[in-house]
C-alpha cells in the first residue's frame, strides 16, 4: 500500500518562510510527475507547482518567485521550499506522487500564515 507523508506545515508571519516535505512509502515505483496542491477554506483545491520526472517545473502565477519545488528520486520525495509568505497563502498543502498513471495524494498538511 502506497502512502505520502507530508511534513513541515505550520504558523508562520508573513515574510516567513516554510519548508514541506513529502515522502512515499510502500511499493511505488516508476514515479512521474511530483506536485503540490492547495485548498483554502471555501476554496476549491488548486495547484500550486509540479515537477516532472526530468525536473521540468511549473508554478502558478501566484508563488512564482517565491516558492521553489524540488524532488529526490532516491528518497521518492517531494517538497516545496516557500519564502515570504503572504496571508493568501494559508490554506492545507497537499502533495501527490504519479505512478504508471495513477496519482497518490498525501493527507495534507496546514500552513497558515498570520501575525
Known amino acids: 500500500q ?5 511534513s513541515g506545515g505550520g504558523l508562520v508571519q508573513p515574510g516567513g518562510s516554510l519548508r514541506l516535505s513529502c515522502a512515499a512509502s ?3 515505483a516508476g514515479i512521474g510527475r511530483m506536485g503540490w496542491y492547495r485548498q483554502a477554506p471555501g476554496k476549491q483545491r ?4 509540479t515537477i516532472t520526472s526530468g525536473s521540468s517545473t511549473n508554478y502558478a502565477d501566484s508563488v512564482k518567485g517565491r516558492f521553489t519545488i524540488s524532488r529526490d528520486n532516491a528518497k521518492k520525495a517531494v517538497y516545496l521550499q516557500m519564502n515570504n509568505l503572504e ?16 496519482d497518490y495524494w498525501g493527507q495534507g498538511t496546514q500552513v497558515t500564515v498570520s501575525s
Not at 2 to 6: A, I, R
Not at 88 to 98: F, G, K, L, R, S
Open 87 to 102: 496571508p493568501e497563502d494559508t490554506a492545507v498543502y497537499y502533495c501527490t506522487q504519479q505512478s504508471y498513471g495513477v
Open 2 to 6: 502506497v502512502q505520502l507523508v507530508e
Open 26 to 28: 510502500g511499493s511505488i
Open 46 to 49: 488548486g495547484v500550486v507547482a
